[in-house]
Each structure stands twice: as C-alpha cells, then as structure tokens.
C-alpha cells in the first residue's frame, strides 16, 4: 500500500480527525485489553493505510516486550526472539518513535533477515505510554519503501497514546474484576477452611482452590517440620509424582525468599538462577511460579508454590490473592495442626487410661483412686462388682457418701493421708449376713511435684479368710492339744485302773455274800471309767458343755 493520500491540509486533518474518532470508538467499546489490542491491529491497517500491526507489552518481571497482538504477519516472524536491535529498543522504551524507512539497511542481521524473508520494507515504532511511563510498543509494519512524515509520526503517537490509554484501563477494569472475584474466591476458601479441622481437608482444599483461582497446572505445599526444620510436601494438585519427587527444594533461592516471608514471582524458571531443578521443570513443562510464605501469628510455618504451563507475569492482585489465601491457609494449618496434636493426645491418655484401668481389673482387691477433694477419680472391677455399682454411679461420688451404709467405719485414715501424706493402714470387723468379716484398708499417697497429696490410693482387702483360717489353725491346735492330754490321760489310768479292776473282780469270787454289792459296784463304776478312758484314747474332736461355776468343760 501506499502513503496516507496527500491533499489540502484540511482533508489530510479530516482524514486524521475521521482515523482518530474511528480508534477512539473502537476502543471505547470494549473491556478487555486483549480485545482492545486485536480491535487495534486488525483495525489499524486499513485505517493508516498500512500492511500490518503489532502491539507488545513491557513485561516488568523480564525487562522485555511480550507479543499482545499482531495482525498481518506469519506466526514465524512473530515468534523470533529479538524483535528489533537493541538500540531501537531502548529508544522507544524511553518514549522515543524510531521510524526504519529501509529494514534493508537495519544494522540488527536477526531482525533484517527475518523483516526481509516476511517481506517487510519500512516500520515505525512507537511508544505505548500510560501516566508518562512506558507500558509497551506499537509497530506499523509497510511491505514498500514509506518516509513517515513528522506528522504521521506524532499522529500515530497520538492513537499509541490511546491505545495506552484503553488498554490500561482495560487492564486496570479486569483487575479490578479479577480482584472482586479473588475477593470472593478468598471469602469461599475461608469458609471451606473454617468448616474443618481435618488437616489433610485443609491442604488439599488449599492447593485445589488455589491453583483454580489462579488458573495454573499445579501447586503444592510444603511445610516446615520443627524437628528438623526441612520442608515436607504435604499437598499437591496437576503435578506428576516424578516431579513432585525430583529432591530437596530448601536450598533454591526461590525457597529461601519465600521462607524469608516475601513472594516470588518467576515468569521464565527455565533462565532464573532462582531456580535449581531447570530440566525437572522443562520435562513437567512449567515456564513460571510464584511462591509465597504461608504464615501463622507472624511466623513462616511453610511455602505455596504456584506453577504454570505458559509464560506468565504475575500481576499484583494475583500475588496479593495468592499472600491471602496463604495467610487464611497459615491459621487453618495451624487449628488444624493443633486440633489433630490434641486429638492425638487424648488417644493416647484414652489408651493409658485404658491400659490402667485394666491393669487394676487385673486386681483382685478391691481399689479406689480418690482425689483431694475426697471424690472418687477411679474405681476397679473387683470394687464395682462387690459393692453392685456401675462406674458412671461411682465417679465423682463423695468418699464418705459411698461408704455411707457402712456404719462402723471412720474415715479418719484417709484425712490422716491428705494431711500428712503418709501411707495409712487400719483393719476393722463387719458383722455381715453370714457371719463377722474383716477388711484391711491401705492409703497410700500420690504426691504432686510441689510435693502435695494430689491423689490417694485405697486397697480394701478381705481378711476374712485369712483370719478364719487363724482362727481354725488355733483352734486345730487346741484340739491336737486336748486329744494329746486326753490319750495321756487315757494311758496314765489305764494301767491301775486294769489292776484295780482285777482285784475287784477276784475280791467278788473271794467273798461269799457279805459286801458281794459294794465291790459289785465298784466293779460297775471301773468299768465305766475304762469306757471313758477308751473313749479318751480314741478321741478326735469335742464339743464343750457348761460346768459348775461358769465354767464349760470337754464333753466326751
């Protein structure tokens, strides 16, 4: 094409008027700047009477200009890596238009045999500025020799200044709607991170809402281990476990600022010494990451990493959204941690209170665990089962009101235990339905470490068959006694007891009538004691009956 039609001065104003009101309207009408872009390359040819257009924007994280829109030319003159030599770069991000009439005679070889293979002959490039600060270039690209004229120059600054113009308030409309719905999407994490203390939920749940918010592959957390003070993966989302297992990430510059408590923010991993693992990264295809602290009451506990498939330059909302879900996940990790630290030790004293209690069923004596405040803390099977209770019954009962019943019993031992903290023993008999009983009670303190009586132990023993078997001990050998006597005694009387007998008996045949019936008698009476003294020696056991004087004697 052509130069802009030469005439009057007032058709060419006209002319640059109707160009102008056409790229104000155009890009009035649109939001997004990526529309505000395409509307602007596909547009501006044939308005300016040129052959093809490009925008690319300043990406700040890199110091270089990222293709935005292109119109008019192929996909491999747009994707050469160096646009232009590097003094007409630095120019035009000055705010300085650089016109090249003939790409012929361009000293950069890259951009002059990529403009002569894509046919192009002249470009004018120019500044894209917004509040005096360059936010990009715009290229108007002629397939014929063109002289832009100062005026067409400082015209095409003009819709450049525009272009800026919409395409900053474009940007600056979708963060703020980007930074609504962040907002929002926070609010909901909030909500979803409040509604549980399940630590793995949390995570997950983090990495998941995160990544999806930020329209990213992928996204793990680590987290720090006190012990050791390493990072530990704990979540991760849209990454393979190869990747996920390629080493140790402390040591990378990225981590390190992370863990100081700032964001970083990486649009190319691949050329960044922040970054270690470059061919992990290459082979998992992620070109960016940002990383943030995650924080609890002021203190790193850990780091998101954010990571993406395409090149990308984290905008201050996306950072600021990613720093406060980080901040919402810090305090969530950090219930949740202490929820499941509780839980696990409530198992644990739940276990050793299951454990004692059944090391004190074991217990054939009956056992009581009572506090300070002479309330029951513990009771044993042996216990319940005697006394007929349930443990729910027993528990927290009072010391004196559980043993109400039992009448003939002070107490004074277990008083005498808190005060002195000095085991106490004493014994006493019950009269029951089937006879007298006795139990021994022993309190032995448990002593605090302010050396205080916290808690009495009370084993309550059943004497009874002990003191029953005693008692049939003594008697046992009262009766060895008696029968040892008796069959002494038995013995000692038998022999003149037999030679008495005998002298009665011959006495009987000697006497013929006269005092026949007092030695009958006799005879009578010595044969009943060789009875008695029979019965004597073949003793085994007695029985007693009273005597004369309120004595008993040994029935025989």
């Known amino acids: 094409m052509g130069q802009l039609k030469q005439g009057s001065g007032d058709t060419q104003d006209r002319r640059y008027l109707e160009v102008f009101r056409q790229v104000t309207r155009m890009i009035s009408m649109v939001r997004d700047p990526q529309q505000v872009m395409e509307n602007i390359v596909h547009n501006l040819p044939e308005l300016m009477e040129i052959d093809a257009c490009t925008i690319r924007l300043l990406d700040q994280a890199t110091g270089t200009f990222v293709l935005g829109a292109a119109a008019g030319l192929s996909p491999e003159y747009l994707a050469r890596p160096d646009v232009d030599a590097r003094e007409t770069m630095d120019m035009v991000a000055s705010g300085q238009p650089v016109a090249t009439i003939d790409v012929a005679e361009s000293a950069h070889l890259p951009f002059r045999e990529a403009a002569l293979r894509e046919g192009v002959q002249s470009v004018l490039t120019l500044p894209i500025a917004f509040q005096d600060r360059v936010i990009g270039i715009m290229r108007l690209l002629t397939r014929s020799k063109r002289a832009f004229t100062e005026q067409e120059i400082s015209f095409s600054l003009v819709l450049a200044e525009q272009a800026g113009i919409a395409i900053s308030n474009g940007g600056m409309l979708k963060q703020l709607e980007r930074q609504v719905n962040f907002l929002g999407e926070v609010q909901v994490i909030s909500r979803l991170l409040g509604s549980t203390l399940d630590l793995d939920v949390v995570l997950q749940t983090i990495v998941e809402r995160l990544s999806a918010g930020m329209r990213a592959q992928g996204c793990t957390i680590r987290l720090l281990t006190p012990q050791t003070n390493r990072l530990e993966l704990v979540a991760s989302v849209g990454l393979s476990r190869e990747y996920l297992q390629r080493g140790e990430v402390v040591d990378e510059k990225n981590t390190i600022r992370a863990l100081q408590g700032e964001p970083v923010a990486i649009s190319n991993v691949l050329e960044d010494d922040r970054v270690i693992y470059k061919n992990h990264m290459e082979r998992e295809g992620i070109k960016s990451l940002l990383a943030v602290p995650i924080k609890a009451k002021d203190e790193v506990i850990g780091i998101i990493r954010i990571l993406a498939r ?74 319940l089962q005697i006394r007929g209770k349930k443990e729910s019954e027993v528990l927290g009962m009072d010391y004196g009101r559980l043993h109400h019943s039992e009448n003939c019993w002070d107490y004074g031992h277990l008083d005498q235990v808190l005060s002195t903290g000095q085991m106490a023993t004493v014994v006493r008999e019950v009269v029951e339905e089937d006879g007298p009983h006795w139990y021994e009670r022993t309190a032995t303190p448990m002593i605090n470490e302010a050396g205080e009586t916290e808690f009495v132990i009370e084993i309550i023993r059943d004497l009874t068959a002990q003191r029953r078997l005693e008692q049939e001990s003594i008697e046992r050998s009262k009766l060895e006694g008696i029968i040892e006597m008796a069959g002494a005694v038995a013995h000692e009387i038998s022999s003149p007891l037999f030679a008495a007998l005998g002298s009665a008996q011959l006495l009987e045949v000697d006497r013929h009538g006269q005092g026949l019936e007092e030695i009958g008698m006799i005879i009578r009476n010595l044969k009943a004691i060789s009875k008695l003294t029979a019965k004597m020696a073949e003793m085994t056991g007695y029985s007693s009956r009273a005597y004369v004087g309120g004595r008993r004697i040994v029935s025989l």
């Not at 959204?321 to 969530?332: H, I, K, L």
């Not at 074991?362 to 044993?380: E, G, K, P, T």
């Open 310 to 383: 395409e090149h990308r330059s984290f905008s201050r909302a996306e950072i600021n959204f990613s720093m406060a879900v980080a901040e919402v996940g810090g305090a969530a990790i950090a219930n949740a941690r202490t929820y499941r630290k509780i839980t696990l030790l409530f198992n644990h004293i739940e276990e050793q209170e299951v454990f004692l209690a059944n090391i004190l069923d074991c217990i054939s004596h009956q056992l009581l665990v009572i506090d300070r405040n002479r309330r029951v803390a513990m009771a044993n099977r042996a216990f």
